[in-house]
């Protein structure tokens, strides 16, 4: 193998920088001259924009790790050993498994090799020259970033679902049941419904039969219960991609990571500066929103920016709505709101002071607030009895709704 292999790294099908595995299994990334000197160039991601708003082109090598951006694109968990065994690429090397998810990432990037034919990884479990439609053939059409086994799918004209044979073009996720909780496709759907009904951006959903999904692994197709498929909002209809990065890659974190190095009024001032009023407005909305339902998991991965521009970031549909105190009964948030995580505890004060941090309306975080607990009880009593949920669920919920501050003090 080469000392030094190198990918190129393209936004909407045109390169803008290279990424370069040097000796020692260090890997450095460079943006492309013409994408610097380009005055309309589209945004990679915010990470790479400096206090006066311009572009940053210096970068430091990482160690096996890519640095923060790519390696949030890459699946993790149960996924990431899942598709790293698949591709023959030990899951610590992310610039192989990158290499290897390169047509399916998030988002409007791509990752192409100019040595495209053949590479050899000395650490592969296969231990042989792997070529690269190899490579790509066998982990493809499973290359979504996240820890719950998922699946890229294109819709079939007369309903049904279909894992695409190359990898690419998937327009749907298909999120399976988990063996350890019970009715997580059924609580996510639920979830979702209700946050439309507030006035959320929810991509298209439903719930859905594993037998309908055509080309899912072996045994994963048996399944008895539902599966969750949500419609992917990176992919236009005519399966153009649109370009998303989530607040991990905005704030330079390591997923690892993504439960500790940030604060929601961190996100929410992002927001004000890069997309205004309505962004800080949908964001307030959907943080109270995820803090009455419990859902105890809204770190910075499960928050996402969408350039439908392709230059000017907004807030993401929503997506990953779970209540998660129907199976863990934890109290803290995933992150900290201003000054604590508690979200029985989250109050007008609270969302006043968070509002102070990101330095943004106090007014229009308060009164956000105020309207989304208004049409959440509105909309929970109105639709709890026809949800998919169990009994026991919908209490669990209520329970934990009618205990905080925001609702008590309404």
């Known amino acids: 193998m080469p000392e030094v292999q190198t990918l190129s790294i393209n936004l909407y099908g045109d390169p803008v920088g290279t990424l370069t595995l040097l000796s020692g299994d260090r890997s ?20 790479y924009k400096d206090e006066f708003g311009g572009l940053i082109t210096q970068s430091r090598p990482t160690q096996t790790s890519l640095t923060p951006f790519f390696s949030n694109m890459l699946p993790e968990g149960h996924m990431r050993d899942y598709l790293a065994a698949r591709a023959g690429v030990k899951e610590v090397r992310e610039f192989h498994l990158l290499w290897a998810l390169g047509a399916d990432l998030p ?58 044979v190359n990898g690419a073009g998937g327009s749907w996720i298909v999120k399976l049941p988990s063996r350890r909780f019970e009715r997580v496709p059924e609580n996510e759907f639920s979830m979702m419904h209700i946050a439309e009904r507030i006035g959320i951006e929810v991509p298209d959903n439903k719930l859905i039969d594993p037998k309908d999904v055509l080309g899912l692994p072996e045994g994963v197709s048996a399944l008895s219960e539902p599966a969750f498929a949500i419609k992917r ?57 995820n803090t009455l339902i419990g859902n105890a998991d809204m770190h910075l991965k499960n928050w996402s920016l969408i350039y439908r521009d392709r230059r000017s970031p907004t807030l993401a549909p929503a997506y990953d709505y779970v209540s998660t105190i129907a199976y863990l009964q934890d109290e803290l948030a995933a992150l900290k709101y201003a000054r604590q995580k508690r979200m029985l505890a989250l109050s007008y004060d609270e969302l006043a002071y968070l509002a102070a941090r990101a330095g943004v309306s106090e007014t ?39 205990k905080s501050a925001m609702f008590m003090s309404a």
Do not use: C
């Not at 450095?28 to 990470?47: G, K, Q, V």
């Open 233 to 289: 909002f990176d992919r236009g209809g005519d399966g153009a991609r649109v370009h998303i990065e989530d607040f991990a890659q905005v704030f330079n974190v390591r997923p690892k990571a993504k439960y500790e190095d940030a604060s929601y009024w961190m996100i929410a001032r992002v927001l004000w500066i890069e997309a205004g009023a309505p962004a800080v407005e949908d964001f307030v909305r959907r943080l109270v929103y």
């Open 364 to 402: 229009l975080v308060v009164r956000t607030a105020r309207e989304t607990v208004a049409r959440f009880v509105e909309s929970w009593d109105a639709e709890k009895a026809h949800l998919p949920m169990t009994d026991a669920m919908v209490k669990t919920i209520e329970n934990h709704y009618q």
């Open 28 to 47: 450095i990334f460079a943006f492309n001259d013409a994408y610097i000197a380009d005055p309309a160039r589209p945004t990679l991601s915010l990470s």
């Open 107 to 164: 988002g409007a990037v791509t990752v192409t090799s100019p040595n495209d034919a053949i590479w050899q990884d000395p650490a592969t479990k296969l231990g042989e020259e792997v070529s690269a439609e190899q490579a790509k053939s066998a982990v493809m059409r499973f290359s979504l970033a996240g820890v719950q086994m998922k699946f890229s799918a294109i819709a079939e004209a007369q309903g049904g679902l279909t894992i695409p």
